[in-house]
């Protein structure tokens, strides 16, 4: 839910007048992505997305997302593409925010996962990948292995005890565990790294559609498909269901081949993965007001998925060969 | 700010199943509104608005409004239509919610209000009472001079004193007032009683839309007039201006002339909308949770403009000769 900034109809107007893209028929303000200010823009010439980007974003940030979305877009990738004003520049500014104006893209993101959904992600996640691995603005993972314990920290043991008992030395361990043996060295470049199904639309059951770029940055691959492991390949019960993900690496196997390395790491990279979102979970649980609009995710839903990662011994428990 | 319920692809494809509009395209839930959840629906034919009801509306009262948007854009007055379904009806059921189509008005509500706005505002508000003059259903205004004193009580004289000093007892005697002079037998019908700017659309300079008939009810006309007086014709620092208001009279006159019953009930039918929107105003501000999303409307805005209107003599001092 997020509509941060209120933008007048005349700072609308002015702002796309600025572009070819016709006269503003209306812009409403819409409930898609949590950092920014969207609005769904219609002119007579077509549907836009306007994005107005809050404090949570650094603008130092925003060429890279824009020039990776447009970078993937130009190779057929279904993800927004900026359009450039006349004056040739794609990322403005509008009530002393920086702003742009994406593509639209038709579909629905899935609230019912089914493995056919994993097929798709598993395909359009490679062909980002081979897409994106030309792309030369670098961007660190700024929410990798060694932010995680200055998080937790931020969390702090009282209060993340008080969500689970004996919660913070189970983390805690497993951040040393992590850190002793997260991976270097593997294939490497543009990862989306937040591409959870809210992200994903869908249509006649064909992926239509990627969106929200803005955790993307230069990663390995194999850890953008542990994120995407945790957040399609399990039920609503907390139950791992191998069928989505074999039928999910099997469809991204088929576009880019794994190394041997990148199969070794599969399972610290979900691990991993499951980490960073249960920290950044904990600590919006713990840190957002209570009757805020914003209900924020329950972080147990992710201890679950970390212990069943840190049972598995090989790439093939999550389905591949 | 309102996307109370979350709906999913598939519900909402199902949903849209049943209608002769074509095939969803997207289905996003917009800022407009706040008592109804509400979403922007493209489909291959067209852009609608899909609305889902609440609880705070009373689906008794749902024929009256999706009939008398109906009755209204028939006669070329620019509101919502609701969509009928192939079974023929427009008001149907979506996650346990009733729910109905309406067609989508292009438009963007203003933020500024000049008196070109008010205009506009008096000519279409004058078209939307004749228009509505034979819609046939009743509905009794709920929040009209009867319900006034209940909403005070549930504030309560502490709160309401500690909003500021004093405060009690001005709304008590107003109300004492309103309770022995409110005017009847006036011209009546349809009326919006809710016609703020961010319910009516304007393009180039011309209003191309009024929407979110929810408060809508039979009543006086005079008394929609006493609310668009104080939703369009006071400026940001409290003053009345006479221009905005003079433009808007003129225009309503021109297609609908006033009874003198009528001119000489206007100062005490807009002291009583202002205390209407003062009151409901209050009570939102002291029952809304700190850290919600949506932010109270500051009630003293209305204590100022019942003050005007308290001084106000004759129907001249709203520009009318």
Redesign the interface.
């Known amino acids: 839910?997020a509509?941060y900034t209120?933008v007048?109809?005349?700072d609308?107007?002015k702002f796309v007048a600025a572009y070819d893209i016709g006269d503003?028929?209306?812009?409403?303000?819409?409930?898609?992505g949590v950092e920014n200010t969207n609005f769904?823009l219609?002119t007579d010439l077509g549907?836009y997305i306007l994005t107005l980007y809050e404090k949570r974003v650094d603008p130092a940030d925003l060429p890279f997302f824009l020039g990776l979305m447009e970078h993937l877009a130009k190779r057929g990738i279904p993800c927004p593409t900026p359009v450039h004003a006349s004056d040739g520049e794609a990322l403005r500014s509008l009530c002393d925010r920086p702003a742009a104006i994406v593509t639209?893209?038709?579909?629905?993101?899935?609230?019912?996962i089914t493995s056919d959904h994993c097929r798709e992600v598993g395909e359009h996640l490679a062909r980002m990948h081979m897409s994106g691995s030309d792309f030369d603005i670098p961007r660190p993972n700024s929410l990798s292995v060694d932010s995680w314990r200055p998080l937790l920290e931020s969390s702090g043991r009282i209060e993340t005890d008080g969500v689970s008992a004996g919660l913070y030395d189970v983390l805690s361990d497993e951040l040393m565990y992590l850190e002793s043996h997260w991976p270097a060295g593997l294939p490497s470049g543009a990862i989306h790294a937040d591409l959870f199904p809210d992200n994903v639309?869908?249509?006649?059951g064909h992926l239509s559609g990627m969106i929200d770029f803005y955790f993307a940055c230069s990663d390995a691959f194999a850890y953008d498909i542990g994120i995407c492991l945790n957040a399609w390949c399990f039920e609503p019960d907390g139950s791992f269901n191998i069928t989505k993900a074999r039928r999910m690496l099997a469809t991204y196997r088929i576009e880019r081949g794994f190394t041997q390395e990148e199969l070794d790491a599969l399972p610290i990279l979900a691990r991993g993965a499951a980490l960073r979102f249960l920290l950044t979970r904990l600590y919006d649980w713990l840190n957002t007001?209570?009757?805020?609009?914003?209900v924020p995710k329950d972080p147990m839903e992710y201890v679950r998925k970390l212990r069943f990662h840190q049972s598995v011994k090989s790439a093939g428990e999550y389905g591949l060969d």
Chains 1, 2 share one sequence.
Not at 24 to 30: A, D, E, N, P, Q
Not at 104 to 112: A, I, S, T
Not at 201 to 204: L, P, Q
């Open positions: 839910m509509v209120d007048s109809d005349e609308v107007s503003v028929l209306s812009c409403k303000g819409i409930a898609e769904m219609t549907a639209f893209l038709p579909g629905l993101w899935p609230k019912r639309f869908f249509r006649d007001p209570e009757g805020a609009y914003v």
